[in-house]
């Protein structure tokens, strides 16, 4: 039935021409108001490349999305892949290919839209959108065997039934209302043996630890009394070494901005707004204004430039501190609003999502008009100010994204718990049904005060963050997915998939929760569901799955199971040359193996560095660029270099020292990323 009314639908799905199932549809199950074969519930990228891969197995699809958004964080604001293409195949490829590495969000939904209206020639997928969340899942009693999902029900009253359930959603909603085994927050380091688990401890620098220090002068308490602690603070740190917590890695919204005249909106202050209510972000920049510290845009957030001069604004890049690990403290990010996300009602999540856009535009507006900071860091306020919201993005919701950038929730636990061995020291899994490759990635937990009794002061610090790739460690290498990680255990739910939830540890998770995986695996649960229902019409279990004959249906797909798949590419890589090869910059940037990112390959061709070639290291504020501009200016005095490795450990021909004021050009065909920009470089 191809029915288009009420305020559940907009005028996108009727444009597309696909069916929406509304109660006037017969259904064999009472109280439904849709239903089909395979029910997904969440619109993210695994939603997207779910509904594909089931409708292309002749299978009907109910795809219950709780905004209007189709795409979740790709086309939320997260402006670019994260990763390589080791891990892309089949529907995955197909998504990124045209994108290219950065992008904007409209053009991600676009792409989406495009390849839903064309899997969906045969009228198979069926969408329901602005549900609002699920707040009820029925199930079969769970004895004497395993229980069966049979509905859920939405905030928007929406009522659907089905076969086979996948939770394609961030938060894992089905998981954890069908009262199917889950976990939430950090384990402890005993339970795995995990080396990076559990909470910190004083003074947070051991070697996983990547904490943000506020500068000493900023005090936590809101009088010398230390009584009521300021704004954004957690607590008082009172947690025990190593242990665990029902605390997740902060939130925030990816901000896409713009400072093209024609599409910009400038960005408000928020009701409420109060400048006391940003007492730490305020003495944090005085802090560093009064250390010599010149603020920009680019030295307080991790920046990716995208076209049609939009930015993707993420969390913070730059080092203020004297302490190893230690980042601008203040950015997107959000530790110590995210907590109550993963079990709330739908009442509690709008709390919290107006407290992150609350916090983010207060922000926002705080660095672009505040006269204090106009006077103390000038350049700061005009290289921020510039920016405002995009006028072609988001017009349903003022500009603003409807997607809250949720990196961590709930997580199944299945007979199969990936664990921090696993990412670090990954081995060979027979069951494998798509590959996961991130280094750990944790951002920070919580905002703490916490006294140092050997400094004698209190001190706020950001702490919780996990970075293996900052801290030297090796834990990002090529993963193996087994199957058994995205089902249920076998005395558990018989007829869910969960490809974005899935059976990680905490620490182990942080490697898995991107968006590309999660394409990956929502293509890999579709396909395993259509078996399910091919084998057991009438009770389908994913734990009856013959994984075998999945993996070669996969292949046959395209998809990338073991390590030893190629990813598809125009050619193979070129033989060694002088120096490594990283992907991140798709250039020779260095000796090997130090360049390769943990043995990373390079899949394009490598060619050495001109003389007149260096790297420009951009993470710790060490250089600035107006976006107008290809001309990246030293802040201080500093080295351009041959090789990633730390200038003190290079020889004088792969350095060359540069004064403060000294400026590069960006090398053609070179993008200003995260950590290092290619440029040219001639002494002026």
Known sequence: ANIFSGSLFDGMTAALGIAVLLGLVACTAANCDAQADIVIWGGTVCGVTASIAAAEQNRSVLWLVNG?????????????????????????????????????????????????????????????????????????????????????????????????????????????????????????????????????????????????????????????????????????????????????????????????????????????????????????????????????????????????????????????????????????????????????????????????????????????????????????????????LCADEYPETDHWSPQLYVRESVRLVGDRVIQQSDICNPTHNPTSVGLSKWAVDIHMVKRVAYYNASLARWEVVNIGGRDSGRAGHTCGKLLEVPYEAIVPKRTDTANLLVPVCASFTHVAFATFRLEPQYAVFGQSAAVAAALALRDNPQAPSVHAVNVSELQTLLKSQGQLLFTGDSPPGPSPPSPPSKWGCSGELSRCVGDLPEATHANATCDRACTPLAPNEWLAQMCCGIWSAPNASRHITALKDTFLKKSLRESQDLPANEKVAVPAGATCVLADGAQRLQTYALCTYSGQ
């Open 68 to 388: 209007t958004l189709l795409g979740g964080m790709t086309s939320g604001g997260l402006g670019g892949r994260d990763g390589g293409t080791e891990i892309l195949g089949s529907l995955s490829a197909e998504l990124w290919a045209p994108l290219g590495q950065n992008f904007e969000p409209h053009v991600a939904e676009e792409q989406i839209i495009s390849m839903v209206t064309k899997a969906n020639s045969t009228g198979l997928i069926s969408i329901v959108r602005n549900t609002g969340w699920v707040v009820e899942v029925q199930t079969t009693d769970a004895g004497p065997g395993p229980r069966r999902i049979v509905s859920a029900s939405t905030e928007g009253g929406v009522t659907g039934c089905g076969a086979v359930w996948i939770d394609c959603s961030y938060e894992g909603d089905l998981v954890r209302l069908s009262g199917t085994e889950y976990r939430v927050g950090r384990e402890a380091m005993s339970e795995f043996n995990e080396p990076m688990a559990g909470q910190g401890w004083p003074p947070f620098a051991r070697s996983f630890e990547n904490p943000d220090y506020m500068a000493p002068s900023v005090h936590p308490f809101t009088d010398n009394t230390n009584t009521t602690l300021r704004p954004g603070i957690v607590e008082v740190y009172n947690g025990t070494a190593g242990a665990s917590d029902d605390w997740v890695m902060s939130m925030c919204f990816r901000m896409c901005l713009s400072n093209d005249p024609n599409n910009s909106v400038p960005i408000a202050a928020p009701e409420g707004y109060s400048v006391d209510k940003l007492a730490l972000l305020r003495d944090e920049i005085i802090a560093a204004t009064a250390r010599g510290f010149k603020l920009s845009l680019t030295s307080m957030f991790l920046v990716r430039f995208l076209p049609n001069q939009k930015i993707d604004l993420n969390s913070g890049s730059w080092e203020t501190q004297n302490r190893s690990g230690g980042y601008f403290p203040f950015s997107t990010d959000l530790p110590f609003a995210q907590h109550d996300w993963p079990l709330g009602d739908p009442a509690t999540r709008a709390r919290v999502f107006a407290e992150h856009k609350w916090w983010t535009a207060a922000m926002l507006y705080y660095l672009s008009n505040d006269p204090e900071l106009k006077k103390i860091q000038p350049g700061l306020v005009a290289s921020v100010g510039q920016y405002g």
